[in-house]
């Protein structure tokens, strides 16, 4: 019985030691790590100095630690006129750096066209998300000091409703229309 117990006892202080050392792993990969937060910034001020006028200024650092975008590191900018927030990174596959400003500028500015179309006819709860493509803007050769709207170009952004209610009757009406006053614009 002892040497039972003895073994059990092993066992499971492997097994807590083994989950210590998990989860301080864990931990420890969650952290940010300084000097390449320090660097993208660095990085991040010399493609606005080089690319954007002194309207824009580097608020944050974004560390994606879930591997949820193409990089690991990004500076966090604002827009100080529009107040449009985005982020401009290191693209590992293209070998320089990336702004995400206007695609994040044409989603705020069609959000803002579409939102009291939605308000009124789906209702205020209702939650309306506007995505364009990150890399938008650098594929059209769009001057970030000078941009132009997205109406002058063929894209095709992303539009995401959310309506906390159930399906009513008139709500195929109401998406018909919408698609007839997405298209006027």
Do not use: C
Request: aromatic letters at 12%; a neutral charge.
């Amino acid at each position: 019985m002892k040497k039972f117990i003895k073994i059990s006892l092993i066992v499971l202080g492997i097994i807590v030691i083994g989950l210590v050392l998990l989860i301080f792993s864990f931990i420890q990969g969650m952290k940010p790590d300084k000097k390449k937060e320090e660097k993208v910034r660095v990085q991040a001020e010399q493609y606005l100095k080089d690319n954007f006028d002194n309207n824009f200024e580097i608020f944050d650092t974004l560390y994606d630690n879930m591997g949820n975008f193409e990089f690991e590191y990004a500076a966090k900018v604002m827009d100080n006129k529009t107040k449009t927030q985005f982020l401009v990174y290191y693209d590992s596959e293209t070998n320089q750096m990336m702004d995400t400003y206007i695609a994040k500028r044409w989603a705020k500015d069609l959000e803002n066209e579409i939102r009291p179309f939605i308000r009124e006819n789906l209702g205020k709860k209702s939650e309306l998300y506007v995505f364009f493509d990150d890399k938008v803007g650098k594929e059209l050769g769009i001057d970030p000091v000078n941009p132009k709207s997205y109406k002058e170009f063929h894209v095709s952004p992303t539009i995401r409703i959310t309506v906390p209610r159930k399906r009513s009757e008139g709500d195929e009406i109401v998406l018909n229309e919408f698609i007839k006053f997405i298209l006027v614009r």
